[in-house]
């Protein structure tokens, strides 16, 4: 990959930090530029650094659209993109990796994640070169966040470039880079590539597990007092010690290994205090509010962005009353009612508007917003939720312990306020549950399109939108070629 070499730490790396606000922390103004040195001479360099890693996350072509609601969710075929073949949005839905705009956008995933990745080894190195700067306490939180997220930008990297894992594990797939030097890094098989990134996630683990706050205090989801520090706090903004499990577990669930998974997960739901940490969402903020309701279920949430242009997600691509419906991105006919079975479930009530035989997107609907007195939901663009880790138990458990899937199954049903399945529920009836749960509970966040990979071919028609569509989902199609650009450096 061709990069250039990071004598300056850029602007984009910046972050300026507040006490004053959640929104002032996680905002970020661009600054002179810093030599290294200069920049990880102090702890606030440090953390600056920290908040700009995690604020390019939010670009438009990484996880502020194109890697959540955008091009990942479009290729879940669930939208009626029309069949206007101009449009970028039709293009990613029918896997048409050679049009232009397509090609583009994912040239820009790769560039955009491998900068990010470069960045977050700069912090590393710093880590490590100028001990002392921070209090053990920081140093390992910063380090275990930072090598977890490292692994985050590596795995989405390797669900989308590499192969279907359960069918080939030993095709190329892509680079993995641990170096804060540029130089061309090697494509590995896909198998090496996921031995890397449990390696990263056990260290990263072994560090949040001594020094994470949200294991003793909670997400401390509010600013520090007058003479606090902002520094440690805001954990659902951060690779925290359980979205960092969390994400071991879809690794190794995505490499098929279930016994790993498990226990990874059970890291998560078997705490007798993971519902006082990450509350299932309270329907009163959602059903019984009507002035801003809590549509993303952000106490659940384990890791998401900041994202202070979220509503315009809905504004640009959902709002059915100043989009035209050539440009709407709506549900195919009927698709909705096959996949929500109670129409009481708090995800149907909230997150869509139904009127006649059309249904709206509203997750990322504009709400009234209190800047004075912000709430923590206001602008969450979810990544990670507390939900995941029951389905990944569940999925685990539903061949050898069909009731303990179950359990944990209907854990979160009952919590959607949606029908529970009975405890003689059978393997296939356990999986069919699922991949239901994935599309009610992950739709606007780019999940549901790694299900499909993962499973494949075992997904119905039905489900990913082939019953209704020309779109053939194929092992070929799940995977996203190398940028122009990379096949020409290699």
Known sequence: MKMRNLIYISAALLATLSISSCSDWLDYTPKDKFTADQQFATSSGFFDAVNGAYNNMMATSLYGYQLTAGAVDLMSSRYNTGGNSARIEYNFSHFKYTDQSVANAIGNVWSGMYSNILNINVILKYLDAQKGVLTTEEANVIKGEMLALRAFHHFDLLRLFGPVYSKTPEDPSIAFNNSADAQIYPILPANEVVAKLIADLNVAEGLLSASDPVLKEGVLA???????????????????????????????????????????????????????????????????????????????????????????????????????????????????????????????????????????????????VSESNPKIHYYMQPLMRLSEAYYIAAEALKDTEPVAAVECLNTVLAARAAATLPETATADEIQTELRLEYIREFWGEGQIFFLFKRLYPNIPKALNGEANSAVTLSAATTVWPLPASEQENR
């Open 222 to 368: 509010s600013a520090a007092d007058a003479n606090g520090s902002n520094s440690l706090r805001y954990r659902q903004f951060r690779m925290n010690y359980f979205a960092t499990v969390l994400l071991k577990a879809r690794v190794y669930q995505w490499a098929g290994d279930n016994e790993n998974a498990l226990a990874e997960a059970r890291k998560i739901i078997g705490r007798e205090d993971i519902h006082t940490i990450f509350p299932f969402v309270d329907s009163d903020k959602l059903i019984g509010n009507t002035t801003d309701p809590d549509r993303s279920f952000s106490s659940e949430v384990l890791f998401g962005m900041y994202n202070p242009n979220l509503y315009t997600l809905h504004e640009k691509y959902y709002d059915m009353a100043n989009l035209s419906k050539a440009t709407v991105l709506r549900p195919r006919t009927t698709y909705l009612t096959g996949i929500f079975t109670s129409i009481g479930d708090y995800r149907l009530l909230s997150q869509w508007m139904t009127t006649e035989d059309e249904s709206e997107f509203v997750k990322f609907k504009k709400i009234t």
